[in-house]
């Protein structure tokens, strides 16, 4: 008689997969990365990391502002090009409002220095300083955004959530990979750009130097297409490269370059996908606490009017702090989500289990203490 549990009589394809709801519709994933983008730790660090990282690129603004108006006099009348400002709310003006950004204006926030490379003056101290501000802005981010990607990680594939020390001590240690992934993609990119960089000074030389140059750069518009897919590769990756810091047991920088860029190539469609259905519900969220926010502040203003004394207003404060708990959530969304979504490309790319997620080895147990009983008791 043949054993009915055997795969003679398994089902097929699809079906044969189909061992919970998650395998049937792997996209509601996302919606349980929602949990580990709320808690105080994470809203804590994402306030410490939106108001020191907006203070150093403001900082590295105003030195940028400086060198373009002494370098290039005409520039002195265009507006600030990153939009950092000065505003009491110590946040870019887009991030200063009660309602948070989308998980797209949480990207474009992030990338906003290496993206400005690409209409900058020709100034190489500009062009450090952009660099320099884009580094700032990641490391300022990595506690939170690897603190929030580990638990929404734990959260998806069911274990249970390290502790907040555990967690941060994990991140800390892992923090030089998460920089070393990018630091490599756009490492690569200069290298590839020194061949244009020697084009300039080609360029120079009287009377054949423009037909040189022209020649040289028709050549050399294979490399002009590398540079362009790391550097725009690296502005979509790298939520996808951090991910794989926390996720994976090998914290290694290239690895998860190659991952990241990896997942995007294979699954093109399922990431835009993913993106979109992120961004959606971001936006819903966003209009969400916004409404929660803005009402909470204008009942405590007006309540806070009625009792103190002529022209007074709420606490500056308080007013900051509340206005700004909705773009943290927003971050927090952003890193939670770009777990998720790698968790769902891994799957997707390399048939990997989504709750296969990396845990460290924990200490052996301690044995319990031996009981020595009487031979002959009372």
Request: aromatic share 10%; with cysteine.
């Amino acid at each position: 008689m043949p054993d009915i549990l055997s795969n003679e009589f398994s089902e097929p394809g699809f079906l044969k997969r189909l061992r919970n709801w998650r395998d049937a519709m792997p996209w509601l994933v996302l919606a349980q990365c929602l949990q580990s983008a709320t808690s105080i730790v994470a809203l804590i660090l994402a306030l410490a990391a939106l108001f020191l990282g907006s203070w150093g690129a403001f900082a590295l603004e105003r030195t940028i502002e400086h060198r373009d108006y002494e370098a290039f006099p005409d520039c002195a009348a265009l507006p600030v090009r990153v939009p950092l400002t000065g505003s009491p709310n110590l946040l870019p003006a887009e991030l200063s409002q009660v309602r948070g950004p989308s998980v797209v204006g949480v990207q474009m926030y992030l990338t906003s220095p290496i993206r400005q490379l690409a209409i900058e003056q020709r100034d190489p101290l500009v062009f450090g300083l952009r660099l320099l501000q884009q580094f700032w802005l990641f490391a300022v981010w990595i506690l939170p955004a690897g603190f929030v990607m580990r638990a929404a990680a734990l959260n998806v594939a069911g274990r249970e959530r390290m502790s907040t020390p555990d967690a941060l001590k994990l991140v800390l240690k892992r923090s030089p990979s998460f920089l070393s992934g990018v630091t490599l993609t756009l490492g690569f990119m200069l290298i590839c750009l020194t061949y244009f960089l020697l084009l300039g000074f080609v360029d120079r030389i009287p009377a054949v130097g423009t037909i040189l140059a022209t020649a040289g750069g028709l050549l050399g518009l294979p490399i002009l297409f590398i540079a362009g897919i790391l550097l725009f590769g690296s502005l979509l990756a790298f939520p996808l490269m951090w991910s794989s810091v926390v996720v994976e047991p090998h914290a290694d920088g290239f690895d998860a370059a190659s991952r990241g860029f990896e997942y995007i190539i294979q699954r093109p469609f399922r990431f835009a996908a993913y993106v979109v259905m992120v961004w959606l519900l971001s936006i819903v969220i966003a209009n969400l606490l916004s409404g929660i926010f803005s009402s909470g502040l204008a009942l405590a203003s007006t309540a806070f009017g009625l009792t103190a004394a002529a022209d007074s207003h709420l606490p500056l404060a308080v007013q900051t702090i509340a206005q700004h708990i909705p773009t943290a959530i927003a971050f927090n969304l952003f890193w939670a989500f770009s777990v998720g979504i790698y968790l769902l490309l891994r799957r997707d790319a390399n048939h990997q289990d989504i709750e296969e997620v990396w845990e460290p080895p924990q200490p052996p147990a301690k044995p319990l203490p031996d009981l020595d009983l009487p031979e002959n008791p009372a």
